[in-house]
């Protein structure tokens, strides 16, 4: 592997009821007080299990939330984004960041001659003890004969 982690970013419009627990999930964030180094939006930071977030299944922990039915979230302290949520209504849209880790490189080790990664010893040990159990039961076989 070559060190460096790589994001697959996409973006996804997410329209959520609101539940009796409200929308299901908590945020993190804001000018006062950033979860990212470098970055003051607001993020998921934990979705209530069987809440509108959840039952919809598309908002995942550690998303990036930029709008709220299309109000964009830059620039907001922590409390004025949490009211945002709270007053944006019982049908709520949500501009969401979500952010994939590609893999760049190997898994794991795979050794030379060898291209399934599986070792050698784990195909032949088996192979050899059904070899010895084929020839045993043969044997036994001729001699009832």
């Known amino acids: ?23 299901g999930f908590n945020i993190v964030g804001g000018t006062d007080q950033q979860y990212v180094s470098n970055d003051s939006g607001i993020y998921v930071s934990r979705i209530k299990e069987n809440g509108a977030a959840a039952l919809d299944g598309r908002l995942q922990e550690g998303d990036k939330i930029l709008s709220v ?33 590609v893999q760049n490189g190997p898994v794991g080790h795979r050794g030379e001659g060898d291209p399934s990664g599986i070792p050698i010893f784990m ?15 043969f044997m036994r076989y001729r001699r009832q004969l």
Do not use: C
């Not at 195909?123 to 039961?137: C, D, G, N, S």
């Open 1 to 23: 592997m070559n060190g460096r982690v790589d994001y697959l970013v996409t973006e996804e419009e997410i329209n959520l009821t609101r539940g009796p627990s409200g929308l």
């Open 123 to 137: 195909v032949l040990v088996p192979l050899f003890a059904l070899t010895v159990v084929a020839a045993w039961a």
């Open 69 to 101: 039915n299309g109000q964009d979230l830059k620039n907001l302290l922590h409390q004025d984004a949490v009211d945002l949520f709270r007053n944006a209504g019982y049908a709520v849209s949500l501009r969401v960041q979500h952010r994939l880790q």
